[in-house]
């Protein structure tokens, strides 16, 4: 009876965190509807001003505020979490960048043109690579434009030689992703509050993970940039209260996704 009594009062005064995922600002190659991958493309004008205007505005509306941030080795995605953070005014926030929250390698489709893949494979096969849990773009050849740039750009130092890819699927990329969401689950669930700046695929990786969402459920998962996702976990227990709140305007909000889940012009 007591025990009872004291378990009821327990989850009455339930400790609980709170955890945020944001897709960087839009890319010069979103931008240009491109396939990027692990190119490292800047953000666009207005990828910057969203980053300010959409996803620190909402985080400071909500009155959100952060002990921790994690990114990717992508300066998109590092740049991000330096505008954000700058306008939150609180750079000094202790900042990782981890190789494993790199975007998924996009193979040889790596800088072409969605809609023209579209016009020259089909829209299913392009959708295919894009959303199907197992779809694997061809591997990059040595021919194509950004093989160099990839293999040589030093953010990508840290990553082991036989952990390098040359192409990946979305299990692949919830593979790669899942030992540094566990390191992060951990100090979610011991009360930091951490803030996370990543890509699009990775967004969805770490969402499939955190709702426990199926290989066909996440295929239909699509991530605007710069909209914040946020998350609550009961630190006890590790469970999740609720789902997922996006902060924003509904409608743009919407709109975006729609967008993103789209081939483009
Ligand atoms: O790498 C890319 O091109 C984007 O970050 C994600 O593109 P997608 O929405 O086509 O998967």
């Given at each position: 009876m007591f025990k009872a009594l004291k378990e009821k009062l327990s989850n009455l005064i339930m400790k609980t965190n709170r955890l945020v995922l944001l897709r960087h600002g839009e890319s010069e190659f979103n931008l240009r509807n491109l396939f990027c991958g692990w190119h490292d493309a800047p953000l666009s004008a207005s990828g910057l001003e969203e980053a300010r205007t959409i996803a620190a505005a909402n985080l400071i509306a909500a009155k959100l505020v952060f002990d921790k941030v994690y990114c990717s080795t992508l300066s998109r995605s590092k740049r991000s979490a330096e505008v954000i953070l700058s306008e939150m005014k609180c750079s000094f926030l202790p900042t990782v960048s981890d190789w494993r929250l790199n975007e998924r390698h996009y193979g040889n489709l790596t800088g072409a043109n969605k809609r023209d893949m579209a016009n020259r494979y089909g829209e299913e096969q392009v959708q295919f690579w894009r959303r199907n849990y197992d779809g694997l773009p061809p591997p990059i050849e040595t021919s194509n434009k950004y093989f160099y740039h990839i293999c040589n750009n030093?953010?990508?130092?840290?990553?082991p030689i036989d952990q390098f890819p040359l192409t990946e699927s979305m299990r692949m990329c919830v593979d790669r992703v899942s030992p540094v969401w566990s390191e992060i689950r951990k100090e979610v669930l011991e009360g930091i509050r951490v803030l996370i700046v990543v890509h699009g695929t990775v967004t969805r990786a770490l969402v499939k993970h955190i709702e426990g969402l199926s290989e066909e459920q996440i295929e239909k998962v699509n991530i605007p940039n710069s909209v914040p996702i946020v998350y609550e976990f009961n630190?006890?227990?590790g469970e999740l209260i609720g789902g997922s709140k996006y902060l924003g305007d509904a409608k743009y909000i919407e709109k975006m996704t729609e967008k993103v889940a789209g081939i483009g012009n």
């Open positions: 030093p953010a990508f130092q840290a990553v630190m006890k227990t």
